[in-house]
């Protein structure tokens, strides 16, 4: 609701501030649309997940971890929605929003064994995978969003299905911000996705991309 609500007060900062894709100034060829587009979706997508994780979620350090990292994305995103800054200074602040995290005392502390039981890592270990883990979802979305409603559909759907399966660990009181921020995440994104959908009124900018 808060990202659905924010979005078109987003599209008038948008094109006030300049920060618009203009295909006959900047052409690319993922682009689909012909006329001005506004970009900075990430901000709406941002204000969704911040004002649902303040209620709904213990303001822990973990909390502000995930929070402080997102404010990073949310910043670069802006600039390179005004700017187009250059693809090796987005990937270093993806390392930056990535150490927020991990430094926040969040890890991935054992994998999956296909052949069976799972593979403890050591902390190190554990930092380093999630760091690059972050990071490559990070990309990995922001890859895949040049089709109208693309990439905050698919991360609706990623977000809920995440949030699903976590509900296996919910006699384990702990777990519930995991369970609660996966449902935040793909409500935020629902709420921007009528607006983005075709024809798209925002596009979710490298920020919305990468939160």
């Given at each position: 609701l808060a990202s659905f609500l924010t979005t078109p007060l987003v599209i008038k900062l948008a094109n006030s501030l300049g920060l618009v894709d203009n295909p006959k100034k900047r052409y690319h060829p993922a682009h689909i649309h012909k006329g001005i587009i506004p970009r900075a979706g990430g901000l709406a997508i941002f204000l969704g997940v911040l004002l649902a994780s303040l209620i709904f979620l213990p303001f822990?350090?973990?909390?502000?971890?995930?929070?402080?990292?997102?404010?990073?994305?949310?910043?670069?995103g802006l600039l390179d929605d005004k700017y187009d800054l250059s693809p090796y200074t987005r990937l270093l602040t993806n390392f930056l929003a990535a150490l927020c995290v991990v430094g926040a005392g969040i890890g991935i502390t054992f994998i999956n064994n296909p052949l069976g039981g799972i593979i403890n890592l050591t902390p190190l270990l554990a930092n380093l995978f999630a760091i690059f883990w972050i990071v490559w979802c990070m990309n990995m979305v922001n890859w895949s969003k040049g089709v109208d409603g693309q990439m905050p559909g698919f991360v609706a759907i990623a977000a809920f299905a995440i949030g699903i399966l976590s509900l296996r660990f919910s006699a384990d009181i702990t777990q519930w911000p995991v369970t609660i921020l996966a449902f935040i995440t793909a409500g935020s994104y629902l709420g921007f996705l009528p607006w983005n959908f075709y024809p798209q009124k925002i596009?979710?900018?490298y920020g919305g991309g990468g939160l």
């Open positions: 822990d350090k973990h909390l502000k971890g995930i929070l402080l990292g997102a404010v990073v994305v949310l910043i670069v596009m979710p900018g």
